[in-house]
């Protein structure tokens, strides 16, 4: 499987944006799907998360202002952000295939090269 992430970008804040993972390979529907994000001397973390049934998670960052979605037929999962703040400027990442806990980086076989966001204050 390999995974594109897109959509990143410069936004002030309050704006949104809305990032996208394509996936090539036949099993992306089998697939749990996450979004982690790295800032600049941060670890990577976990942003959020959407298994093969829809069930969903997020970090308590993402709580309220971020949703995550996927489309099946397109191989496409999608993070919507909105009120973006300058706290959430950070290389995104999409991971496929968890195997472990949700939350954690170590639980997901496959990575894309991550987009970059920017929001401005």
């Known amino acids: 499987v390999q995974l594109q992430a897109s959509g990143g970008g410069l936004i002030q804040a309050g704006g949104s944006l809305r990032l996208s993972c394509t996936a090539s390979?036949?099993?992306?529907?089998?697939?749990?799907m996450g979004w982690f994000r790295q800032a600049p001397g941060n670890e990577r973390e976990f942003v959020a998360g959407i298994s093969r049934s829809g069930d969903i998670w997020y970090a308590k960052p993402a709580e309220g202002r971020f949703t995550i979605s996927r489309d099946r037929a397109q191989k496409t999962a999608y993070l919507q952000m909105n009120s973006l703040e300058p706290g959430d400027t950070a290389v995104y990442y999409c991971?496929?295939?968890?195997?472990?806990?949700?939350?954690?980086?170590?639980?997901?076989?496959?990575w894309g090269r991550g987009t970059l966001v920017t929001v401005s204050s």
């Open positions: 390979g036949r099993t992306f529907r089998w697939y749990d």
């Open positions: 991971a496929a295939d968890r195997s472990g806990t949700y939350h954690s980086a170590q639980s997901y076989s496959y």
